[in-house]
């Protein structure tokens, strides 16, 4: 058994079955996956820690001789590792978890399947580890030989690994937790080797007749069907179906709910304390990320969350029990609490299961849910009138509690305060109830609604804007900024030209631009020691921003500066390391990706001189002083 080595964060690359993921780091190794749904206990987690949280792993015995090159089979999720010398391919891996449109909007389904295609293309030794480790290594796991290759189980879990003709070394690990499996096996040039790792519900699953080629070419066809679909005919094209098929990979077909990342725990400051479980539907990011499924030709999916969103709203007894987040399937119980056991990224303590947030009131929440629908209307989607009671009752909900102090979009664990996005969201959800009852012909009280509306923006100019920062600030009564304020001008409180927004984006470049676009969220005490870095959303926001203001040139400079920052494989944390370049966070991180697309679009659109955008504002907030 080799020592453990830890990745960088950005140069993992991600697999899903839109159920849940994987992700495999640059040397050949599964070092995350959770059975059988995205916040299940993870079975492999060696990226939170290479001793005790179980790998999968296949390289060439002497892989450090080797250069790594690595890439996407086409437009698809299918991962391909290639170790080469002199430029020449010696060991590939293709890697993939089987996916396809047969029950895949199925909850009962728990079927998955992780196949591994390994190819010698001059002779070459290569060694596989199998480790797994159940409920994030706390359960003990036991390997045993079968007539076709291992199983893997602890009490009622099960894996079976096949792989006809390897001869295994089966032995306790040091880790204390069980057993590990080590194989070495010759290969010629030509050669090929085929591993299928299956859940226990699998064997008996729609493709377990499929031999593995099969499933390679059913999980290649499928991906490339849904990318062909992508409407979008911009600028770094590439870059934005790569993004796009990161955010399909992390929703979860049966509900719709998205995930915000795959991932728990990837600390936001190597060896700090600012370790976030993002494996579960926040209202506000699953709406935003399909906000971009929309704008790219994919409704599909928003009409989808927005059932699910209202069915939960239904079982919740109203839109006014709403919270932040649940899991993907509607669950409430988010209880977060700690995994000792673990030592964490790079040793960043705690590793975190659960998040406290969901208790949170965030009132943003209910303006995404509304510019969700609003969107899918425009677009050509479907908002049933069915879901028009929802509509009120989120409006009702907003009427309210709009003046009561929340946790703000940032989900701070300090005392709450008057955010400003958070009363601007208000204002977004009461504006888009008005523009969907109207565009879909029915009865309401809409002038009731457009004087709420007014009063909230009459309020937000008053309080949020202060004129001796020449910004809309974080809270009312304080001179902080924030990165989220430029959204305001970006879903239609004013226009991008407003001598308000302009001064708001010199005075966030100024204070939150640690280096050449790239902002930190915030500077502000939020209960939390330490630091963060910088906030990827955050530069997407302020390039499609600059894009609207007309300041086209600064907009695409930046976006390509971004573009250079990505993962090597095109993917993005959460947060950047201004210094060192390193990403930070959870990863890959939806929010991230949602804004390269939001900005892709904004200059593509500013180029075509598309005219105004379908949300720019009307009525009198765009006078309000």
């Not at 159940?134 to 009622?156: E, K, M, N, Q, V």
């Not at 977060?336 to 056991?341: K, M, N, R, V």
């Not at 565009?439 to 009459?458: C, F, M, S, V």
């Not at 930046?558 to 944390?573: D, K, S, T, W």
Request: some cysteine; hydrophobic content about 40%.
């Amino acid at each position: 058994m080799t020592q453990a080595v830890e990745h960088p964060i950005e140069q993992y690359g991600l697999l899903s079955d839109s159920r849940t993921a994987a992700l495999v780091s640059p040397d050949g190794s599964v070092d995350w996956m959770c059975l059988p749904r995205f916040d299940s206990a993870s079975v492999f987690g060696a990226i939170l820690d290479p001793d005790r949280g179980g790998r999968y792993r296949i390289r060439p015995v002497d892989h450090a001789r080797y250069r790594v090159q690595r890439t996407y089979l086409g437009r698809t999720n299918v991962l391909v590792t290639r170790f080469a010398t002199d430029g020449n391919p010696v060991l590939t891996l293709t890697d993939f978890m089987v996916y396809s449109r047969v029950n895949a909007f199925d909850p009962t389904n728990v079927t998955h399947t992780l196949v591994r295609r390994v190819e010698a293309f001059a002779p070459v030794t290569a060694e596989i580890t199998f480790q797994p480790r159940f409920d994030y290594g706390r359960a003990h796991t036991t390997i045993r030989p079968t007539g076709s290759g291992l199983r893997a189980s602890a009490g009622s879990e099960q894996l079976e690994l096949h792989c006809p003709g390897l001869h295994w070394d089966i032995a306790a690990h040091p880790d204390g937790q069980g057993d590990a499996a080590d194989a070495t096996v010759p290969l010629g040039g030509g050669e090929e080797r085929w591993l299928v790792l299956r859940t226990a519900a699998a064997q008996s699953g729609p493709h377990r007749h499929l031999s593995p080629s099969e499933l390679l070419e059913l999980t290649t066809r499928t991906w490339g069907r849904w990318s062909n679909l992508i409407d979008y005919q911009g600028p770094w094209q590439d870059a934005v179906i790569r993004s796009a098929l990161v955010l399909k990979g992390l929703v979860y077909e049966p509900t719709g709910a998205l995930v915000a990342a795959p991932t728990t725990s990837l600390p936001e400051t190597i060896g700090g304390v600012r370790n976030w479980d993002y494996r579960y539907s926040w209202i506000r990011d699953s709406a935003y990320v399909l906000e971009c499924f929309l704008l790219i030709g994919h409704a599909r999916e928003a009409e989808t969350f927005i059932r699910w969103l209202s069915e939960l709203s239904d079982r919740m007894g109203g839109a006014h029990e709403l919270r932040p987040l649940y899991r993907i399937t509607g669950e409430e119980d988010l209880t977060e609490f700690e995994l000792g056991h673990l030592r964490g990224y790079q040793g960043s303590r705690p590793v975190r299961v659960g998040n406290a947030a969901a208790m949170q009131l965030q009132l943003d929440i209910f303006g995404a849910a509304m510019q969700l629908g609003h969107l899918t209307e425009q677009l050509g989607g479907e908002v049933p009138s069915a879901r028009w009671p929802v509509i009120h009752q989120l409006v009702e909900t907003v009427a309210q509690r709009w003046r009561e102090p929340d946790s703000g979009l940032w989900e701070i664990r300090s005392e709450p305060r008057h955010h400003t996005f958070s009363k601007f969201q208000c204002w977004l959800a009461v504006d888009r109830a008005v523009r969907i009852g109207r565009d879909l012909g029915l009865h309401g009280p809409y002038e009731q609604w457009r004087k709420l509306a007014n009063t909230i923006a009459e309020d937000i100019v008053a309080n949020g804007y202060d004129p001796e920062v020449g910004a809309f600030t974080q809270a009312y009564g304080s001179g902080a900024l924030d990165a989220s304020v430029l959204l305001l001008p970006l879903r239609g409180f004013l226009p991008p030209g407003d001598e308000r927004v302009r001064s708001t984006v010199t005075a966030v470049r100024r204070d939150l631009e640690v280096a050449d676009g790239m902002l930190v969220r915030y500077r502000t005490e939020d209960g939390l020691p330490g630091e963060e870095g910088a906030f990827l959303m955050g530069s997407f926001w302020l390039i499609e921003l600059l894009a609207r203001m007309g300041d086209l040139d600064e907009a695409q400079r930046l976006f390509e500066l971004m573009l250079r920052r990505a993962g090597p494989l095109g993917l993005y944390g959460e947060q950047i390391d201004p210094v060192t370049g390193a990403h930070l966070g959870n990863y890959p991180q939806g929010f991230t990706h949602m804004g390269l697309i939001g900005a892709a679009t904004a200059i593509s659109e500013v180029q075509q001189d598309l005219g105004p955008r379908r949300d720019e504002p009307t009525g009198p907030i765009m006078s309000a002083r």
